[in-house]
């Protein structure tokens, strides 16, 4: 170690006479530009955005709807008219023209009966008939001249009318004994075969309208006052899957049914529904909509709040809520229509509304289809 007179210092010198830096200062400077270095190579920091502190909320974009109101049901086929032929008089059964399946016409004779006493009876009373008719003819001539008194001619005419009533009475027991069809129909069921013996209201043929089938469906109350006689409406068969028919509303019944509170509606289908395969008993179901309401303008019930002042949404522009009174109209479903106060294609908080405020910052991290 030396003493440098130039300096004042005292340090180790070099051959060409500078005085050189103490090793400790050596090693700060070194310390500190590391740490310039260091500093200017990290990236800057980004600075906080408003939008970390947003919500996240699910929107909607407001649109239409079809928000028509949906009628599902389902009944059994029947025939309009189904005939219960019972037997008006007793006897045994002598023949049976007809059998289940067949189709009848309007008086066409399915059976008969054996009424062979009924028919003496009725020849009886004919002969009777005829013979009070000449007593009758005769106390009129009789009057006439002068011979017979009125009591007697007002005698032969009582006579008269008991033997045509007595000729009536075995006319209709006679006339009992065939077996006609009431109507145009398909036999459903027979109950007698040749030789069988029955009695006054047995039952001896089933018969069922096919022309004419229908559906009886119990509609709700709600439901019903949207329906009206001639109304169309389609209908499906899970038996026959590719067939489409179109039922029309019939009558509707004036009265609920007992606790169930559901009306009968009555749908007849087309006259054609047999020819194409429809039976009685075949399940038929409805799915359509009723008060009809197309292209309806509708946000999700729960995105709507109640105020003081009425029914509201936020709407959510450029990520903001904005408070937005509106009109509402009728709820189906989780969807309610809007009459006043937004138009298609703006966006809005799909739920919650209670829950926030007007200006509030929101990040839509999802849409409600």
């Known amino acids: 170690m030396s003493w440098h007179a130039s300096t004042g210092s005292m340090g180790p010198q070099s051959s060409n006479g500078t005085v050189m830096p103490s090793i400790r200062l050596q090693r700060l400077l070194v310390l500190f530009a590391s740490l310039l270095l260091v500093s200017a190579c990290q990236p800057e920091a980004p600075p906080v955005s408003a939008s970390n502190n947003a919500t996240p909320v699910a929107a909607y974009s407001v649109s239409t709807r079809d928000l028509s109101r949906p ?32 189709r009848v016409q309007r008086g066409q004779l399915l059976a008969q009966l054996d009424v062979a006493e009924a028919a003496a009876e009725l020849a009886r009373t004919e002969a009777q008939l005829n013979s009070a008719r000449l007593d009758y003819q005769r106390a009129v001539e009789l009057r006439r001249r002068g011979v017979a008194t009125e009591l007697e001619l007002q005698t032969a005419q009582v006579a ?172 189906r479903g989780r969807w309610t229509e809007i009459i006043d106060g937004l138009e298609p294609g703006e966006t809005i908080l799909a739920s919650n509304p209670i829950d926030m405020q007007d200006a509030q910052p929101v990040r839509i991290v999802t849409y409600l289809e």
């Open 71 to 102: 009628l599902r049901l389902s009944a059994s086929v029947e025939p309009r008219t189904q005939i219960r032929l019972a037997a008006r008089t007793a006897g045994t059964v002598q023949a049976v023209h007809h059998e289940e399946g067949e």
């Open 160 to 331: 008269l009318q008991v033997a045509e009533s007595h000729q009536a009475l075995w006319s209709s027991r006679v006339a009992y004994g065939r077996i006609e069809a009431p109507q145009n129909a398909i036999i459903t069921a027979r109950h007698i075969d040749p030789g069988e013996a029955v009695d006054a209201q047995d039952t001896l043929f089933e018969l069922a309208d096919m022309d004419h089938l229908v559906l009886r469906l119990g509609v709700s109350e709600l439901d019903v006052v949207h329906l009206a006689p001639g109304q169309q409406i389609p209908v499906h068969l899970d038996a026959l899957p590719d067939l489409r028919l179109t039922g029309e509303v019939r009558r509707i019944f004036p009265a609920a049914m007992g606790t169930s509170r559901l009306i009968t509606v009555e749908l007849v289908l087309p006259p054609s529904s047999w020819d194409l395969g429809v039976k009685p008993g075949f399940l038929a179901r409805i799915d359509t909509g009723i008060d009809p309401r197309p292209d309806t303008l509708v946000v999700p019930s729960a995105a709507i709040g109640s105020g003081d002042n009425g029914n509201y949404v936020y709407t959510i522009t450029q990520e903001q809520l904005g408070y937005r009174p509106i009109q509402t109209g009728i709820t």
